[in-house]
């Protein structure tokens, strides 16, 4: 009888240590396992298509050539989007793109918070789609951060080590990227849609 031997998906630090020991061809698992969101990220600071092939690339030859630094203290992923925000910097200096401003309105942290239940609510790909369409007309960092809390849903902590901030710093950047959202959210939500959702939460 044959039998069969079922393998478990390679972990990205099992990964990296093939390609330190040679086996380079393995660096192709972490580009697919990654390039989509690090690709959205970029996307989300530099705004433009083009240029966000490039940075992304840029990212990913970086990473590779750095690999060897990369001591596991944290995850691959928080390391990767890490280079990735430093190379969007570098390309936002040097392309000098005038960066959007958004005028943010009083709003206190309940009203944020509400908003944020409306955004609970509602369907997950419909709740994707509002953000996303939002998020382009924020300004890069704001962007870049807001897409990390909601998509990928990580830690304020976890946020801090990508961004090289402290975690305190990251709170109120988070709440001012927040009141940003929620100012062009209500500017492109309907107050019917807002109200229908906020009513489905009670």
């Known amino acids: 009888m044959k039998s069969y031997v079922y393998m478990t998906e390679i972990t990205d630090q099992e990964c990296i240590l093939k390609i330190l020991d040679g086996d380079t061809q393995k660096y192709a698992v972490l580009v697919n396992r990654y390039k989509n969101f690090v690709y959205t990220l970029v996307l989300r600071m530099v705004k433009n298509k083009e240029d966000a092939e490039e940075v992304s690339q840029d990212t990913f030859i970086k ?3 750095s690999l060897h630094k990369f001591k596991g203290e944290s995850k691959f992923s928080t390391w990767i989007y890490s280079i990735a925000y430093h ?3 570098d390309n936002l200096k040097k392309t000098k793109r005038k960066q959007k401003t ?10 944020i918070k509400s908003l944020d239940n409306v955004l609970d ?7 994707k789609l509002a953000i996303q369409n939002c998020m382009q007309l ?7 951060l807001l897409t990390l809390y909601y998509f990928e849903d990580l830690t304020i902590d976890e946020i801090a080590k990508i961004v090289h901030l402290k975690s305190n710093n990251i709170k109120v950047k ?3 990227s927040r009141k940003k959202l929620t100012s062009v959210l209500k500017e492109r939500l309907s107050p019917e849609t807002i109200e ?5 939460r009670k």
């Open 63 to 65: 990473a590779y050539k």
């Open 87 to 89: 190379t969007c910097l």
């Open 138 to 144: 924020l300004p890069s960092e704001d962007s870049f």
């Open 196 to 200: 229908h959702y906020a009513y489905r």
């Open 121 to 127: 609510t509602m369907e997950r790909e419909e709740k």
């Open 174 to 176: 988070l709440f001012r």
């Open 102 to 111: 958004i005028t943010i309105n009083e709003y206190t942290e309940h009203q």
